[in-house]
């Protein structure tokens, strides 16, 4: 473990946190993408499945269960709860676009033909993407309150703390895990635009982020 | 070893 790492999985966890928060003191998921939201709840079920196969430490143990649950409490918010405020209308992503290439590239680059390994590397592919859904319906409304742009900016935020993570372990370890590494920076490299916007536009105080 | 350590990370 190191700070990078820490940093990472604490403002991963912050992000989910807020957009809980947000969808439940507000009693509406108005702009939120349920499709996205779905996409991380698997991409956590796929990646978690060595739960109770491997124990690591309390603190893996511990985040995994954490981010499992609140990921499947925010989908359950959305799609059963607050379902009346669900604008089904603009979260129109087509995830098939998503999931049919990521489920072929885990099945073609993959470090063993397992199960378990063939799941993990879906989970990292498919985390790569899974905001897609988020950020499309973003620029379809044309804008984001800015509660969700500051759990965009800590989801951004978390995997690009995690890159710092694989230099330094790189450095101090020769650890390398080239297929989180290179998903992890596709990932990151989609936020580009929303952190520029992010900076730009909501740090200067303005209650929405309202696309060009 | 090598599946432990890219496994430790969430």
């Known amino acids: 473990m190191n700070v990078f790492r820490l940093a990472g999985d604490v403002s991963h966890l912050v992000a989910i946190i807020i957009l809980l928060l947000k969808i439940w003191r507000s009693r509406s998921c108005a702009g939120i993408s349920g499709k996205s939201q779905l996409l991380f709840a698997l991409v956590f079920t796929t990646r978690y499945l060595d739960l109770f196969t491997v124990y690591i430490s309390a603190y893996n143990t511990i985040m995994k269960v954490v981010f499992l649950a609140l990921s499947y409490a925010t989908v359950y918010l959305i799609y059963m709860r607050f379902r009346n405020t669900y604008d089904s209308e603009n979260d129109s992503f087509r995830v098939e676009f998503l999931l049919v290439p990521v489920i072929g590239l885990s099945f073609l680059e993959h470090y063993a033909f397992t199960p378990m390994e063939v799941l993990w590397t879906f989970s990292i592919f498919l985390e790569a993407v899974a905001i897609m859904p988020q950020l499309f319906m973003i620029t379809k409304t044309g804008e984001a309150e800015s509660i969700t742009t500051h759990y965009l900016f800590f989801l951004g935020l978390y995997r690009a703390l995690y890159i710092a993570n694989w230099v330094w372990r790189y450095h101090t370890e020769g650890f390398f895990d080239q297929i989180a590494v290179v998903s992890g920076v596709v990932q990151t490299i989609f936020y580009c635009d929303f952190f520029y916007l992010y900076v730009t536009k909501v740090v200067q105080g303005r209650s929405k982020m309202s696309l060009p | ?10």
């Open chain 2, 1 to 10: 070893k090598e599946r432990e350590a890219r496994h430790d990370e969430l």
